[in-house]
């Protein structure tokens, strides 16, 4: 592992980085971090639209016009406070977590800390080198963890990509003693069937258990044979990490046959991915429910144990869901929201061909009462702004804005950009504010834009895959109240009791 700190350790450590090679000595030409600063309070960078022109540029987007190439544009009551590029690590930006005045950034070949104490001015306390994708990244205390979902050659950070039919290939759950900030110590590796994609954290006091979620089993790969219709279940001693271990496959599509019971995709279902795992599970821990997004089905299930979770209920989409990406409650538990990922990400679904109702969000009611709740279809979101043919844009990881009495939601789009909406109503959702670029080109797709957009004490933060972090400001009368709720930690896919957790 090699890690680059600041200010003089990471100077230090940045001599001791360019005799580990030609790679890194290319990844340490990248310039500093620079913040944009808040386009109300100076001049508007090159290609940012300024507030006197926001008007104009809403009625532009409305009206069907593109914005131009790598051209910032947002609704009047989006502020961009901030950017700080990439620095050392090149690899794509992944998800975020957050505690007290530090965000925790995933890259496929690291992850990245910032101090957010400014929020308009970022500014970088680590950056630690781990390939491994998808590193999806969370924080629980003293311990952050981190998701591999390639075949590597071993499970440390010095590893290299290799074949997954190698026996030696690992992939699976990384451990990081986070107690020093600015000296992250990797202490932990558990080995998964099927890797890590995502994972969702269950945190309790002496133990967090990690539900693994991964997907995709090949029959050539050792460690990944169908059936594969389940998630790991990982505990991990708070006080004792390196005796982290899975203590748990419990099986969420049981059903005959080589692949379980799940959806069974093309060519019964055509266009609908076969559902051999799940991609994302989203847990409320004050309620003991958890939403999984599984491939082809959506599912609502109690974690009342959280080492045998229990599925209450099973819906499929198979006119317009492709794949089920993600989900997100509502704080009472009365409303789910999932995400199609329609073309996994790297596809142009946001425009007049593709529609409305396909790559979109799916808003379902909850009702009933303990394991006889039911998942009710109410209706589909998706933003009212088309983008380029060369823009990847599709629903993709978001958060609650926490109000009292309204359903609001930050999410990104990748090149679509960050959303702001509402769905307090779970049939008419609709729009409140944006902030998007232009393409990144104009020739072709090339995967860019917002991989997470995240509400966190006041602010909305994204992870850009290629332009970096990005610091927004929401003014508006719908979102105001939820300033007054400041959180010691986030990990968006386990979710808060917004209102339970004032300080």
């Not at 100077?11 to 005799?19: P, S, W």
């Not at 959806?263 to 599970?281: E, L, R, Y």
């Not at 997004?293 to 299930?301: E, K, N």
């Not at 957009?453 to 003014?475: E, F, M, P």
Request: a neutral charge; one cysteine or more; proline letters at 7%.
């Amino acid at each position: 592992m090699i890690l680059f700190g600041n200010s003089r350790s990471r100077r230090r450590r940045l001599h001791v980085a360019v005799a580990a090679g030609a790679l890194l000595a290319g990844m340490l030409a990248a310039g500093p971090a620079a913040a944009i600063p808040d386009p109300g309070d100076a001049p508007a960078p090159s290609g940012e639209v300024s507030r006197g022109d926001q008007a104009e540029a809403r009625r532009a987007i409305q009206n069907g016009d593109i914005p131009g190439q790598d051209e910032v544009v947002h609704s009047a009551n989006i502020r961009h406070l901030a950017n700080v590029p990439k620095d050392l690590l090149p690899g794509t930006n992944s998800d975020l977590a957050f505690q007290g005045r530090y965000a925790f950034a995933g890259n496929y070949d690291g992850f990245r800390i910032f101090d957010i104490s400014n929020p308009r001015k970022p500014k970088t306390v680590a950056q630690v080198l781990c390939p491994g994708s998808q590193n999806d990244i969370s924080v629980s205390g003293n311990l952050l963890f981190l998701s591999t979902d390639s075949s590597r050659s071993d499970s440390s950070c010095n590893s290299t990509t290799q074949p997954a039919t190698e026996k030696s290939s690992w992939e699976g759950m990384k451990v990081f003693d986070i107690s020093d900030k600015r000296n992250p110590r990797y202490v932990a590796a558990v080995e998964t069937a099927c890797g890590s994609h995502t994972h969702t954290l269950v945190p309790e006091r002496r133990n967090v258990y990690i539900y693994v979620s991964s997907y995709s089993p090949n029959a050539a790969y050792p460690d990944c044979q169908p059936p594969h219709d389940g998630i790991s279940v990982i505990k991990v001693p708070r006080h004792a990490p390196h005796k982290a271990a899975v203590v748990a496959f419990p099986v969420l599509f049981p059903g005959e046959g080589p692949d379980g019971g799940g959806n069974p995709g093309a060519p019964t279902n055509p266009g609908v991915s076969k559902t051999t795992g799940c991609h994302d599970i989203t847990v409320l821990p004050s309620k003991d429910l958890a939403a999984g997004a599984c491939m082809g089905d959506g599912i609502l299930f109690s974690i009342k144990n959280p080492e045998r979770p229990k599925v209450i209920d099973r819906v499929q989409d198979n006119a317009n869901f492709a794949f089920w990406h993600s989900a997100t409650f509502n704080q009472r538990a009365d409303k789910v929201v999932f995400t199609d990922e329609l073309g996994g990400g790297s596809g142009a679904t946001c425009n007049a061909e593709i529609g409305p109702n396909r790559g979109a969000d799916g808003i379902y009611d909850i009702v009933g009462k303990g394991d006889k709740r039911k998942l009710v279809f109410r209706s589909y979101f998706k933003i009212p702004r088309h983008q380029a043919d060369t823009e990847n844009c599709v629903a993709h990881n978001g958060s609650l804005i926490p109000v009292r009495g309204r359903d609001l939601m930050v999410q990104a789009w990748y090149q679509g950009g960050v959303s702001v909406w509402e769905f307090t109503d779970s049939s008419r959702p609709r729009e409140i504010a944006y902030f998007e670029r232009g393409p990144l080109t104009t020739d072709r797709i090339v995967t860019g834009g917002s991989w997470s957009a995240y509400y966190y004490n006041g602010h909305i933060y994204s992870n850009d895959i290629a332009k970096g972090l990005d610091v927004l400001k929401i003014d508006d009368r719908r979102t105001d109240p939820a300033r007054r709720i400041h959180l010691r930690e986030l990990n968006v896919q386990t979710q808060p009791d917004y209102f339970g957790r004032l300080d």
